[in-house]
C-alpha cells in the first residue's frame, strides 16, 4: 500500500491551513439546514397515498384524456372529462380555503399546424389560492393532464396515462388539498394544463398570457411523470427524484455570462438549489437530485413555457424511467407488457414526491422573493460590496457564497434589515454570491445572483 512520506504529508497539512482564509470559511459562516415551520411540517406529513391512488384511478377511468378527445363531449370519457372531474375536485378542497381558493378554465382553440392535425380546443384548469400580500408574483404548482398512446392523432384509442401524467395531476391535486386551509403571503396557482403531449400547447397559452398582463411569477414548480420508483432495467429508485433546471435564459448574453461567469446561476438554477434545500429539510428521506439540463434529451416539459417568458421554472421527474410505461399503445408483445397502468405506479414514492412540492410551494409562498441584487465593480480592490433592493415581507437579508467549483450555495451570513454590504479582504473574483431575503418567522426564499455594476 502507498505511504505518503511524513515530510510531504507534513507539507501538504500547512498548505492546507495555509489556504483556508482564501476558501471564505469564516466561523459561524456554514449553511444550516433550515428550521422546520411546523404548520409546513404538518401539511407535508398529511399528504396521503390513499388519496393519491384515488385520484389516479378516477383519471384513468375517463379511458382516454387525449388532446383531441374533446369533441367526445362524453361525461365518463375523453380529456373533457377529465377536465371537470379534476376542476370539481379543486372546487370540492376550496371548501376549506374560506373563499380565498377560486377555480376557472382557460380554454382556447389552437389552429392547425404541421404538428396539429386539426383546430383543437385546449382548456387548462386553473386554481387560485389568493395570498394576502398583492405585491407579491404568483408561486405556480404545475402539471398536464392530458395523455396519448403511440398514436397522439387518435383520439379513440384506450391512453390511461397513469405516470404520464395522473401522477404529477394527482399530486398536483393534493398539494392543493392539504394548502388550502392554509395562509400566504403570496398567491399560489394549481394547474392542470391541457395539450403538453400536442406540444406544451396549454401552458404556451397560460404562461405568455400571464407576461401579456404584466403579472410577475416568482417560480414555477412543474411535475411530469413522478409516480413510478422502478427503472427500465428492474433497478428501484424510492427514495430519488430528479429536478431539471435550464442554465441560460433566452436573453442571456453569452459574452458577458462568459466574463462574469453565471453560466450556474440563471433564476431557475436558484430556485431548483433552494428547492433542494426545502426538500432536505423537510422530506430527508427523498434525495432530490439536480439536473443541471432544461429537460431531458428528445423530450421536453411544461416548465419551459414559463422559462421561454423569462420566468423561473423547474421540473420534478422520476430517478430512472421507463419508456415501455409511456406513450404506448396497449399490448403485449414479446412477453413485454405496454402501456401506463395503475399496476406500475408506486404510491408511497409518489407521496414522498407530493411532498417535495407540499414543503416547496408553502415555503416559497411564505418566504420573501428573491431582491434585485448587484455586485459593484467600480474599481479594483480586494473587498466584496453588494448591494440590493428591498422586498415585500423580508425582516432580513442573507448573503450566500460557494467557490467558483461548487455546485451548491456552501456559506451563509445574515446581515440584518439592510440593503447592501461589504465583505472586506474577500475578493469579488474568487467566490459566486447570492443574495435572499427572509421573514420574521425565517422563511428563506431564493437567492439572486448579483449583476456587476460599473
Not at 482564509?21 to 397515498?49: M, T
Not at 370540492?92 to 399546424?113: E, M, N
Not at 480586494?382 to 415581507?393: F, I, N, Q, R
Amino acid at each position: 500500500m502507498f505511504r505518503r512520506p511524513p515530510f510531504t504529508l507534513a507539507l501538504a497539512v500547512l498548505c492546507s491551513i495555509a489556504v483556508l482564509p482564501q476558501r471564505g470559511s469564516a466561523a459561524g459562516d456554514e449553511v444550516v439546514p433550515l428550521a422546520l415551520d411546523p404548520a409546513i411540517a404538518a401539511a407535508v406529513a398529511s399528504v396521503n397515498a390513499k388519496n393519491l391512488l384515488g385520484t389516479e384511478a378516477a383519471l384513468v377511468a375517463f379511458g382516454t384524456r387525449n388532446g383531441y378527445s374533446e369533441t367526445l363531449r362524453n361525461p365518463k370519457r375523453g380529456v373533457y372529462a377529465a377536465r371537470d372531474w379534476i376542476a370539481a375536485r379543486f372546487r370540492g378542497y376550496g371548501k376549506s380555503s374560506g373563499g380565498r381558493l377560486s377555480v376557472a378554465y382557460d380554454t382556447y382553440v389552437q389552429p392547425k399546424t404541421a404538428r396539429i392535425v386539426r383546430d383543437v380546443e385546449m382548456s387548462s384548469v386553473v386554481a387560485t389560492l389568493r395570498g394576502s400580500d398583492p405585491q407579491r408574483g404568483l408561486v405556480i404548482v404545475s402539471s398536464h393532464f392530458d395523455d396519448c398512446n403511440s398514436k397522439c392523432s387518435d383520439p379513440e384509442l384506450d391512453a390511461p396515462g397513469a405516470d404520464d401524467n395522473g401522477s404529477a395531476v394527482a399530486a398536483v391535486l393534493e398539494t392543493a388539498r392539504v394548502l388550502a386551509p392554509m395562509h400566504f403571503p403570496a398567491t399560489i396557482v394549481f394547474i392542470c394544463f391541457d395539450g403538453e403531449d400536442l406540444g406544451l400547447l396549454g401552458s404556451a397559452h397560460y404562461a405568455k398570457s400571464l407576461k401579456d398582463r404584466g403579472i410577475k411569477v416568482e417560480a414555477d414548480v412543474n411535475n411530469d411523470i413522478v409516480g413510478a420508483s422502478l427503472g427500465h432495467d428492474g433497478q428501484a429508485w424510492p427514495n430519488d427524484v430528479r429536478l431539471f433546471s435550464e442554465a441560460l435564459p433566452k436573453d442571456a448574453a453569452l459574452p458577458r455570462v462568459n466574463q462574469i461567469g453565471s453560466e450556474n446561476d440563471s433564476p431557475s438554477r436558484e430556485l431548483a438549489r433552494a428547492l433542494k434545500e426545502i426538500g432536505a429539510a423537510y422530506v430527508p428521506a427523498m434525495h432530490v437530485n439536480l439536473i443541471w439540463r432544461t429537460d431531458r434529451f428528445l423530450r421536453g416539459g411544461d416548465q419551459q413555457s414559463f422559462t421561454d417568458q423569462g420566468f423561473s421554472a423547474t421540473r420534478y421527474v422520476e430517478q430512472s424511467e421507463n419508456f415501455d410505461h409511456q406513450h404506448q399503445t396497449l399490448r403485449t408483445e414479446n412477453g413485454i407488457e405496454y402501456g401506463d397502468l395503475i399496476k406500475f405506479m408506486d404510491f408511497d414514492y409518489l407521496a414522498r414526491v407530493t411532498q417535495l412540492n407540499v414543503a416547496d410551494v408553502a415555503t416559497l409562498a411564505a418566504a420573501p422573493p428573491a431582491p434585485e441584487a448587484n455586485l459593484l465593480t467600480r474599481a479594483l480592490g480586494y473587498d466584496t460590496s453588494l448591494e440590493w433592493k428591498a422586498v415585500p415581507g423580508a425582516a432580513s437579508y442573507e448573503i450566500v457564497w460557494r467557490a467558483t467549483d461548487e455546485p451548491l450555495w456552501m456559506r451563509a451570513r445574515n446581515v440584518g434589515n439592510v440593503t447592501s454590504y461589504t465583505f472586506k479582504e474577500m475578493p469579488k473574483d474568487n467566490w459566486i454570491f447570492g443574495v435572499r431575503a427572509l421573514d420574521a418567522a425565517g422563511h428563506k426564499g431564493p437567492a439572486a445572483y448579483p449583476q456587476p455594476l460599473r
